[in-house]
């Protein structure tokens, strides 16, 4: 009998959510390296101010620990940071909140989603989610990925099998989500070349900060 390939992911899904949740039944909190409002205001040519979640907003996110920030560079336009970082996943409770589904849940639509290269100063690169989205004329680029334990994972379900894994082998479930987003100003290849030169300004810092 053939097996079709929609089955075969919705089985290795499966396995992946039961092994995550017996994972996160005995995983034990970790904290960050440093926190996270360390990350340096002053990243290559972008310059940031930071902002915070209203108390509502930050209830439903659980996290341990965060930054939001607006960075703005002296020849370009600004765009937005956001690091969110939990330090252990507990049964009962929201895992980290992908883009994917908050983003259409506050009303913007996905217009278009891949995944693009980024590479990183020193060597390596990184594969991250590059989605465009709009609310009306609001056209913005959102670029984001799963860190889990010195890893860049792009695709949710990755996520959820890299986490199960690395949880049964170190009793640990600590995740970070980390999202750029910026208006799209010119074209979506523009702004893109915009975001990644800041990831690549940003990510050695945030990698110290993370653990590993």
């Given at each position: 009998m053939k097996v079709r390939a929609p089955y075969v992911v919705a089985?290795?899904?499966?396995v992946a959510a039961t092994a995550l949740l017996r994972a996160?039944?005995?995983?034990?909190?970790?904290g960050t390296a440093h926190p996270l409002h360390q990350l340096p205001l002053a990243l290559g040519p972008w310059?940031?101010?930071?902002d915070y979640?209203?108390?509502e907003v930050l209830a439903g996110l659980r996290v341990d620990?965060?930054?939001l920030r607006r960075y703005q560079a002296e020849q370009g336009g600004a765009l937005w940071l956001y690091v969110g970082y939990w330090a252990a996943q507990r049964l009962g409770q929201t895992r980290v909140h992908s883009p994917s589904v908050c983003l259409p849940g506050s009303g913007w639509v996905i217009t278009s989603?891949?995944?693009?290269?980024?590479?990183?100063?020193?060597?390596g690169t990184i594969a991250v989610n590059s989605d465009v989205i709009q609310k009306g004329t609001d056209r913005q680029l959102v670029l984001y990925w799963y860190q889990i334990h010195g890893?860049?994972?792009?695709?949710?379900?990755?996520?959820v099998a890299t986490l199960a894994w690395t949880s049964l082998l170190e009793h640990r479930s600590d995740?970070?989500?980390?999202?750029?987003n910026a208006p799209i100003s010119g074209s979506v290849q523009r702004t893109l070349r915009q975001e990644a030169a800041f990831v690549q300004a940003m990510f050695p810092s945030l990698a110290r900060l993370l653990p590993r």
């Amino acid at each position: 009998m053939k097996v079709r390939a929609p089955y075969v992911v919705a089985l290795l899904t499966i396995v992946a959510a039961t092994a995550l949740l017996r994972a996160l039944a005995q995983g034990e909190p970790v904290g960050t390296a440093h926190p996270l409002h360390q990350l340096p205001l002053a990243l290559g040519p972008w310059q940031g101010e930071t902002d915070y979640f209203e108390p509502e907003v930050l209830a439903g996110l659980r996290v341990d620990d965060y930054i939001l920030r607006r960075y703005q560079a002296e020849q370009g336009g600004a765009l937005w940071l956001y690091v969110g970082y939990w330090a252990a996943q507990r049964l009962g409770q929201t895992r980290v909140h992908s883009p994917s589904v908050c983003l259409p849940g506050s009303g913007w639509v996905i217009t278009s989603a891949a995944v693009v290269p980024i590479r990183l100063p020193g060597g390596g690169t990184i594969a991250v989610n590059s989605d465009v989205i709009q609310k009306g004329t609001d056209r913005q680029l959102v670029l984001y990925w799963y860190q889990i334990h010195g890893r860049v994972v792009a695709k949710e379900l990755r996520a959820v099998a890299t986490l199960a894994w690395t949880s049964l082998l170190e009793h640990r479930s600590d995740e970070a989500l980390v999202r750029v987003n910026a208006p799209i100003s010119g074209s979506v290849q523009r702004t893109l070349r915009q975001e990644a030169a800041f990831v690549q300004a940003m990510f050695p810092s945030l990698a110290r900060l993370l653990p590993r």
